[in-house]
T-cell receptor, first 116, second 111 residues
Framework: NAGVMQNPRHLVRRRGQEARLRCSPM?????VYWYRQLPEEGLKFMVY????????ESGMPKERFSAEFPKEGPSILRIQQVVRGDSAAYFC??????????????FGEGSWLTVV | GESVGLHLPTLSVQEGDNSIINCAYS??????FIWYKQESGKGPQFIID?????DKRQGQRVTVLLNKTVKHLSLQIAATQPGDSAVYFC??????????FGTGTSLTVIP
């Protein structure tokens, strides 16, 4: 069974460019979560999506960040006009069911974004 | 906001000893908790979970204890091995869709 697949694993962007991070959930999972991790810090929730729907985006910055999970294909986290402060590890997680108690989420290996 | 903290940011143990990693959480409404292990350059790996209607759960070499009275969670690793060296995060889930993570405890196993 394939786990949560993220790509690219490492991405370097110049300030002002766009970054696109992709996530394919585990087989049978239809719920996707994106988290951001700064060095030496814990994971910060960004957004929770189901197929074609954003369920909770309370952790997303108001500008430049967007996420989608189309009917077909992976979930995409898009960061426009990147700045150095966007440099971080971005983790995707998936779950079989939605956000109720007891619902375990499984993480991918992360995408490391470096803005130069 | 939520607060999930760890009592010790770093922990060093001798190989073969038992390790105990502690976690305090702030939301008494949290009813589900997970421990994750994260090795350098990798994603968090699920270790063990516990619901609030339990106070203890055991896995392979790991035990999670939950004390709801003082809002405290601990992870016990028996016979710690070098491969256990990693950062360990506890995560709590109150109502809603988010898990809240602590900053992590770095465990170093000394051969």
């Amino acid at each position: 069974n394939a786990g949560v697949m993220q790509n690219p694993r490492h991405l370097v962007r110049r300030r002002g460019q766009e970054a696109r991070l992709r996530c394919s959930p585990m087989k049978g999972h239809s719920h996707v979560y994106w988290y951001r991790q700064l060095p030496e810090e814990g994971l910060k929730f960004m957004v929770y999506l189901q197929k074609e729907n954003i369920i909770d985006e309370s952790g997303m910055p108001k500008e430049r960040f967007s996420a989608e999970f189309p009917k077909e294909g992976p979930s995409i986290l898009r960061i426009q006009q990147v700045v150095r402060g966007d440099s971080a590890a971005y983790f995707c997680a998936s779950s079989q069911h939605g956000g109720y108690s007891g619902n375990t989420i499984y993480f991918g290996e992360g995408s490391w974004l470096t803005v130069v | 906001g939520e607060s999930v903290g760890l009592h010790l940011p770093t922990l060093s143990v001798q190989e073969g000893d038992n390790s105990i990693i502690n976690c305090a959480y702030s939301n008494s409404a949290s009813d589900y908790f997970i421990w994750y292990k994260q090795e350098s350059g990798k994603g968090p790996q699920f270790i063990i979970d516990i619901r609030s209607n339990m106070d203890k759960r055991q896995g392979q070499r790991v035990t999670v204890l939950l004390n709801k009275t003082v809002k405290h969670l601990s992870l016990q690793i028996a016979a710690t091995q070098p491969g256990d060296s990693a950062v360990y995060f506890c995560a709590e889930k109150p109502t809603g869709n988010q898990f809240y993570f602590g900053t992590g405890t770095s465990l170093t196993v000394i051969p």
